[in-house]
């Protein structure tokens, strides 16, 4: 059993992709082609944002706004430490300080009301709080109504970190539009996943789509060899894009065999781990289904007795950031997120894709009830 499978879901757009890559093959735009544009715009749609800025990685996406933003030495980026590393990474790579807020049990989404003592004590610290990157764990928005309300009253602007939930709606709003601008990823394992590396910015203000089409090719300006500022290599391949494409004509369809797959989940096994809770508005993409066990001991022996079935686990995060060595300047210790600390004790993720078969569910469920 997969704990992710991609072969199957490839038969289905097997033809028209082929199709797709050899019309590529022979126009030679193997670098933001025709396919990026008609992208760009199909996902703007999808969003429903004004702008859309295709990009070569999820880690690229999050990257350029802090850039087109300005970060720099002397800021402060407001993240939770119980996410992938990329989040808090991107901040430290515009030369910001990382600023971990605790998540809420609940919904491993970050506390809005822990936010605002947060920024009172990077005040107090020397540091310039300027934004906050919300993640959207695991496929369901965060709470960004109340995060917006902090926002508003500490002047901060939103970075939504919709990495894992492209697909997924708060409100009536898709992943991707909440704040000033969204960042999404198209690693193959995410719920829209391109064959290589690649990702999206969205956005409604006109100013910072223009800062971020030049960012994302070395600051270009009238054209590549005029710069106007510091940027990266962040363009998007024509493939991946083609990709994208015809994996978005059957996007909708897959969310909803996922959502079918976690309410399963959820009625077979509610009494035996902590399931997770989408309540009202929000959806979730659901890139990963994630438990709690009732403790690290339980979470062993659950995973081993699936391990010996022949069925894959995954635990996101074993270690949150505040704990990891790469940030251990930031002068963190033990206790001081103890809501992260705990889940990373107790997580672990079941098998989540929409080709997963209905014997295989079972199977896991009947494991994990015995
Ligand atoms: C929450 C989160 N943020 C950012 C990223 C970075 O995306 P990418 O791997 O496309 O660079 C990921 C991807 O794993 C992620 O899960």
């Not at 998540?103 to 004590?121: H, K, M, Q, Y």
């Not at 363009?235 to 494409?245: N, P, W």
Request: negative net charge.
């Amino acid at each position: 059993m997969q704990f992710i499978d991609l072969l199957s879901q490839k038969d289905r757009i097997r033809t028209p992709l082929l199709h797709r890559i050899e019309s590529i093959l022979d126009s030679g735009h193997f670098i933001m082609g025709p396919e990026v544009t008609e992208l760009e715009s199909r996902l703007a749609s999808y969003v429903g944002s004004r702008f859309c800025i295709s990009c070569s990685s999820g880690t690229d996406a999050l990257l350029m706004p802090l850039l087109a933003k300005g970060i720099g030495p002397g800021d402060a980026v407001i993240t939770t430490p119980f996410t992938f590393v990329a989040t808090a990474e991107v901040i430290s790579l515009a030369g910001a300080t990382p600023l971990f807020v605790d998540v809420s049990a609940d919904t491993f989404n970050i506390n809005p009301d822990l936010i605002g003592r947060a920024i009172e004590e990077a005040v107090s610290r020397g540091l310039k709080p300027k934004a906050i990157i919300p993640v959207d764990l695991f496929g369901q928005p965060a709470d960004y109504k109340r995060i917006q309300a902090v926002a508003d009253a500490y002047r901060v602007w939103i970075l939504e970190d919709a990495a894992q939930s492209f697909g997924g709606t708060f409100n009536g709003g898709k992943a991707g539009s909440f704040g000033l601008v969204g960042a999404t990823s198209f690693f193959p394992a995410k719920p829209l996943g391109c064959y290589g590396d690649g990702g999206a910015i969205f956005t409604d203000d006109a100013e910072l789509d223009t800062v971020l089409r030049s960012i994302r090719v070395h600051g270009s300006g009238v054209d590549k060899y005029s710069n106007d500022r510091i940027g990266i290599n962040g363009r998007l391949d024509s493939i991946q894009a083609a990709v994208l494409l015809e994996k978005l004509t059957i996007f909708d369809e897959e969310l909803a065999v996922r959502q079918r797959i976690a309410d399963f989940y959820s009625k077979k096994l509610h009494n035996r781990v902590v399931v997770p809770k989408v309540p009202e508005p929000y959806t979730s993409a659901w890139a990963q289904y994630s438990v709690l066990a009732a403790s690290q001991e339980e979470r062993e022996q659950l995973m081993l007795a699936l391990q010996k079935e022949g069925i894959p686990s995954m635990i996101y995060y074993k270690i949150p950031l505040h704990l990891q060595k790469a940030y251990s300047s930031l002068g963190y210790k033990i206790g001081d997120f103890p809501v992260s600390e705990d889940l990373s004790r107790r997580i672990f993720a079941l098998p989540m894709h929409p080709y997963l078969k209905e014997e295989d569910i079972e199977r896991i469920c009947k494991v994990l009830l015995a």
